[in-house]
């Protein structure tokens, strides 16, 4: 069983930061095989992708938040992280992390409950 939680919304004004986390319960050292990713929706929009991290860390950022955003994790903390600078009004959404591994004896794909962002002055 993986779950997921993630945590560190709020309201903000624009051109300020937050940090999101995401914390991933799984078995044993699950987690370091997982592949991460963040993503956010709106209402009446299709849930969007915004940056992923391997296993072996590698980032992969889409184009609406790169040099803005930055993905990383902490394995011994089982934790992805979402740093978010010069947030704007159009950055307000509800933001999602997804644990997936595909491989292996152990797979998954699990979502966590989303946390609230909104940017507004």
């Known amino acids: 069983q993986v779950q997921v939680v993630e945590s560190g919304g709020g309201l903000v004004q624009p051109g300020e930061s937050l940090r999101l986390s995401c914390v991933v319960s799984?078995?044993?050292?699950?987690?370091?095989?997982?592949?991460m990713g963040w993503y956010r929706q709106v209402p009446g929009k299709e849930r969007e992708l915004l940056a992923t991290?391997?296993?072996?860390?590698?980032?992969i950022y889409v184009d609406s938040v790169k040099g803005r955003f930055t993905i990383s994790r902490d394995n011994a903390k089982n934790t992805v992280y979402l740093q978010m600078n010069s947030l704007k009004p159009e950055d307000t959404a509800v933001y999602l992390c997804?644990?997936?591994?595909?491989?292996?004896?152990?797979?998954?794909?699990?979502w966590g409950q989303g946390t609230q962002v909104t940017v507004s002055s």
């Open positions: 799984a078995p044993g050292n699950i987690f370091s095989f997982a592949h």
């Open positions: 991290i391997t296993n072996s860390s590698s980032t």
């Open positions: 997804k644990a997936e591994r595909s491989s292996g004896s152990f797979t998954f794909n699990a």
